[in-house]
């Protein structure tokens, strides 16, 4: 059964800095992984996806990489400012129902 | 991408009684899902919904507590039967365009 972990659970961190949240997952036979945001009280907004033949996708100050076969991706967000401040879920798609399997978010402050 | 609508976005209902959540999707979709995000915790996936079949529950999820209707190709409901404490949550319906998953914005129940 496929597990998805993300360390740290929470993170305060000082307005500008560049940071990296990290997902790991123990069954690399995946198809994609996914990273969210997620605002308190409310759903998830796509940030990135990276299938399972890529090895980074870029977006505007966010960067995801994905190491399959180590089971490991990682999110590097560049400049972070107070409007980053939100909890991050990473997905992994996988097994027979091709489901995704959510890790338990790390929650992110920045402060002005 | 998609627009996705739920409603509504939070209620505080009395033990006992049920909700009902929709869920509206601004195109067609084959499959429909929902997922419960319980206090603290990370997405867990109630059940897949196909337009014109019965809904596919996980383990742990039973049609008479969460019912769902799937009358058309852009809509959806859930409902949480028979309420209890444990059943507050975050609700949210989600769809699937090619490899990546959309939500939306989540309907936050209380049972009190």
């Known amino acids: 059964k496929q597990e998805v972990t993300q360390i740290p659970a929470a993170l305060s961190v000082p307005e500008g800095e560049n940071l990296v949240l990290n997902c790991s997952f123990t069954?690399?036979?995946?198809?994609?992984l996914q990273w969210f945001r997620q605002d308190p009280g409310k759903g998830l907004t796509s940030l990135l996806l990276?299938?399972?033949?890529?090895r980074e996708q870029t977006s505007g100050r966010l960067n995801a990489s994905l190491d399959k076969s180590s089971g490991r991706s990682t999110l590097y967000i560049a400049a972070s400012q107070p409007g980053d401040s939100a909890t991050y879920l990473c997905?992994?798609?996988?097994?027979?129902?091709?489901?995704?399997?959510f890790g338990s978010g790390t929650q992110l402050t920045v402060l002005p | 991408s998609a627009v996705i609508s739920q409603k509504p976005s939070r209620d505080i209902c009395q033990r006992g009684t049920s909700l009902t959540i929709q869920c509206q999707v601004d195109?067609?979709?084959?499959?429909m899902f929902w997922y419960r995000q319980q206090p603290g915790q990370s997405l867990t996936l109630i059940a897949t919904?196909?337009?014109?079949?019965?809904?596919?529950?996980e383990s742990g999820f039973v049609i008479d507590k969460f019912p769902i209707s799937r009358p058309n190709l852009t809509f959806s409901t859930l409902t949480v039967s028979n309420m209890s404490p444990e059943d507050s949550s975050i609700y949210l319906c989600?769809?699937?365009?090619?490899?990546?998953?959309?939500f939306g914005q989540g309907t936050r129940l209380t049972v009190v």
């Open positions: 989600s769809v699937e365009f090619g490899p990546e998953a959309f």
């Open positions: 069954d690399s036979a995946i198809y994609n």
């Open positions: 990276i299938q399972s033949s890529q």
């Open positions: 997905a992994v798609r996988g097994g027979s129902a091709r489901q995704l399997t």
């Open positions: 195109s067609q979709v084959t499959m």
């Open positions: 919904a196909n337009q014109g079949s019965e809904a596919t529950y």
